[in-house]
């Protein structure tokens, strides 16, 4: 069997690598830039420093920060305005996953025609866009060194995971000062998402001898270094920690890939408003008891490198303390239940969980899962999580 890997030409990691944006800029030869951000970070002033600097370097910057959590399809073609009256020619973004997420959708669109919805799959992006170079503020959710974007449809309402090489960043600059800010419960809802992204790169039916190591050291970061990120925000070996558990993981699921926790975790998103790592996390403890007979020795060996059993565990003893384990990290973290969430209703969650198991077996992801579930076993599993 052959595999792919790919990832950004250039990944600057490190304290103050974010200064590292206008060198990069320099580098690719970009005269004027599109610079896609979310409205948190212009109002928190850290959008205006580096457009600053850029300016100061004789690049001229435009401006696009309305990208909303769970960026839609009007997100991407209000950036694309943006960057066609500018006459930009390249792209950067400034964010978390939602913002790097449009910024990679922007770049590509600049060179391919709309809808943005005929590219949703696998490597369905026929042309290069402008090149792209992204901060991440968040770790995360890998957004920087994949080639994955994740946009909502607003007219089927479903967000659409593109994979395509084309949606790769040129070059990624990994800050994990700009993390020390974060919040406790977005510190533990990305860092559970970057757990699943260690887990289900390592349990996936497309695991290479690439993606492996990279989703193990994940996986063992994570375990390190979550709760002392969510109770100290700046303590810095900590973000560090978890800076380099998102890009491992990143790296990791973009060439293996994500299994059934995200394939059910976009539907929730698309219907409820509820964070991806949010929805991640109440998902982890089911999915794994669920798919543990599918990879019973790779499930044991995540538990065995969160240190959740004995090392000499055996390998069923192994998977138990590990659904275990998830289950006790949640509640540690404070995860709620689905149910606990805003507008969450049991009728509202009757009404839409068919769809909801309809789109996540159409988005694929189940399929690589150790265990492929059918439609039935995904709605048990949602209410199991509800
Ligand atoms: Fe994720």
């Given at each position: 069997m052959i595999s792919q890997f790919n990832i950004p030409a250039t990944l600057i990691i490190g304290?103050?690598?974010?200064?590292?944006l206008v060198t990069q800029l320099a580098r690719i030869g970009a005269r004027r830039v599109l610079l896609v951000t979310d409205a948190f970070m212009e109002s928190s002033g850290l959008a205006g420093t580096l457009v600053r600097e850029v300016e100061r370097a004789g690049i001229a910057v435009a401006l696009f920060a309305?990208?909303?959590?769970?960026?839609?399809d009007k997100n991407v073609h209000d950036g694309l305005l943006v960057y066609r009256s500018g006459n930009c020619d390249a792209v950067a973004a400034l964010g978390g996953g939602s913002s790097i997420d449009a910024a990679k959708a922007i770049a590509v669109m600049t060179a391919n025609a709309e809808?943005?919805?005929?590219?949703?799959?696998?490597?369905?992006?026929?042309r290069a866009g402008a090149p792209l170079v992204v901060i991440p503020?968040?770790?995360?959710?890998?957004?920087?060194?994949?080639?994955v974007a994740v946009i909502t449809d607003t007219s089927r309402n479903v967000k659409m995971m593109m994979l395509d090489r084309?949606?790769?960043?040129?070059?990624a600059l990994i800050d994990?000062?700009?993390?020390?800010?974060?919040?406790p419960p977005l510190t533990a809802h990305v860092g559970v998402d970057t757990l699943t992204h260690g887990i289900e790169a390592y349990v996936?039916?497309?695991?290479t001898a690439l993606t492996d190591p990279l989703a193990l050291t994940c996986v063992r970061l994570v375990s390190e270094h979550i709760e002392t990120a969510w109770r100290e925000p700046v303590n810095r070996a900590a973000r560090e920690g978890m800076m380099l558990a998102a890009t491992l993981g990143g790296m990791a699921f973009a060439n293996s890939s994500v299994a059934l926790v995200h394939g059910m975790s976009r539907p929730i998103g698309a219907v409820f408003h509820v964070p991806h790592g949010l929805s991640n996390a109440m998902l982890l403890p089911a999915v794994t008891r669920f798919s543990l007979s599918g990879a019973p020795e790779r499930y044991a060996t995540v538990a065995r490198t969160m240190r959740l059993?004995?090392?000499?565990?055996s390998s069923e003893g192994a998977g138990t303390s590990l659904v275990e384990g998830l289950a006790q990290l949640n509640a540690r973290l404070k995860v709620p239940r689905l149910?606990?969430?805003?507008?969450?209703g049991r009728a509202r969650f009757e009404a839409a969980v068919d769809k909801m198991a309809a789109d996540a077996l159409a988005s694929?992801?189940?399929?690589?899962?150790?265990v492929v579930p059918t439609a039935d076993q995904i709605v048990r599993l949602y209410a199991e999580a509800w």
């Open positions: 304290a103050g690598a974010s200064r590292e309305g990208v909303q959590a769970d960026p839609t809808p943005l919805s005929q590219y949703q799959g696998y490597h369905k992006i026929p503020t968040t770790a995360g959710t890998g957004s920087e060194v994949t080639k084309h949606l790769l960043p040129l070059a994990y000062e700009l993390t020390l800010t974060m919040p996936s039916r497309k695991a059993c004995a090392p000499d565990a149910r606990d969430c805003p507008g969450v694929g992801s189940p399929q690589n899962n150790p």
